[in-house]
């Protein structure tokens, strides 16, 4: 009945583990055959967390007393390798981490935790996850479930990989240009770059950039990355960027759209966008606009003037020179 539980997403399982229809250990179970199967096509996965059945069975018994079970509760999910794990290996794609395991979650991870949620095992990264391709010098290229031709993009391509391959239903990435909505869009699944702040920073690699990184989830349905970023938001005090807001509803409710006034635009100022993605974006709009945001069209002339890869690289350089390593030949413009 329930032999393509890999393919399920998290709220269906996290249902079928309250109803006593499913095990957590079964759940678990088909996830590590699926990934045992097709990660070494792949390169998805690069550490597994070998207590995984051991933590279904705990959740199983959990389930059977009778305790109290959070949204996720024996779900299994995957993190990627720049959010630190306790007691799990956490590489960051660089040799110079090849052996650290990290004494405490990242506070993403610890929630999804504290959900219920099982880690499977950490997703490839670049180096740092400062690239569009998951490739580094310790794991090798990650490639893309569809076609291993091509690539699952970067700096969350292990992690947007194994959510579409079926090796994980939730997973947990990183973001500062591209690094969610990229790998999201090359693999069919559904990414959340969340507001700066939303979901805090404690626990991600690197410690540069904090005010551009974003931790979201990836998923294959919205409403499972709607459950993930009521559980993921709201600061943990140790983050100073992390806004003091109350975790959003894992729904929306529709009688309160028309407090929201939504400014949309596609074209100018992007570059060249396909013209299914301006379709797209312009249904999304008058969909909205029929459900009673005030919609208006933006025009944004700076963006127009500016390269944007130009005036990224130069906010980049210049919020990491505390990190770099200084000689009398280094030098970095902070002028667009």
Not at 216 to 223: D, F, K, Q, V, Y
Request: aromatic share 6%; with cysteine; hydrophobic share 40%.
């Amino acid at each position: 009945m329930h032999e393509h539980l890999y393919y399920c997403d998290a709220t269906d399982l996290a249902t079928l583990v309250r109803s006593k229809q499913v095990s957590p250990i079964e759940i678990t179970r088909a996830h590590l055959d699926r990934i045992q199967w097709l990660n070494p096509r792949l390169n998805a996965l690069v550490t597994l967390n070998e207590s995984a059945m051991e933590e279904a069975r705990a959740a199983e018994a959990a389930l059977m007393r009778g305790e109290s079970l959070g949204p996720l509760h024996g779900v299994p999910f995957t993190a990627k390798d720049s959010l630190d794990t306790a007691g799990l290996r956490t590489v960051r794609g660089s040799r110079l981490f090849s052996g650290y395991v990290p004494a405490v979650d990242a506070s993403a991870v610890a929630r999804v935790k504290a959900a219920g949620g099982i880690v499977l095992g950490k997703t490839n990264v670049p180096e740092f996850s400062f690239a569009r391709e998951s490739e580094n010098a310790v794991f090798g290229r990650t490639v893309n479930p569809w076609n291993p031709r091509r690539t699952p993009g970067g700096s969350t391509g292990g992690e947007a990989a194994a959510i579409a391959a079926g090796l994980s239903p939730l997973g947990l990435g990183s973001d500062v240009a591209i690094s969610i909505r990229g790998p999201a869009h090359y693999c069919g699944v559904v990414g959340l770059k969340a507001t700066h702040g939303r979901i805090p920073l404690t626990g991600h690699w690197p410690n540069s950039l904090r005010r551009f990184w974003h931790v979201g989830p990836l998923a294959r349905s919205i409403r499972d990355a709607a459950l993930a970023l009521s559980i993921l938001a709201g600061p943990d005090g140790q983050d100073g960027y992390a806004l003091p807001l109350s975790a959003p509803a894992g729904t929306l409710h529709l009688d309160r759209l028309r407090e929201y006034r939504v400014g949309w635009m596609a074209t100018k100022g992007f570059g060249p966008v396909d013209p299914d993605v301006i379709a797209t974006v312009a249904r999304a709009a008058d969909v909205l606009q029929r459900l009673g945001c005030e919609v208006v069209p933006v025009e944004l002339p700076n963006l127009e003037q500016c390269d944007g890869n130009i005036l990224s690289a130069t906010l980049f350089g210049c919020e990491a020179m505390p990190f770099a390593a200084w000689s009398p030949a280094a030098s970095v413009s902070c002028t667009p």
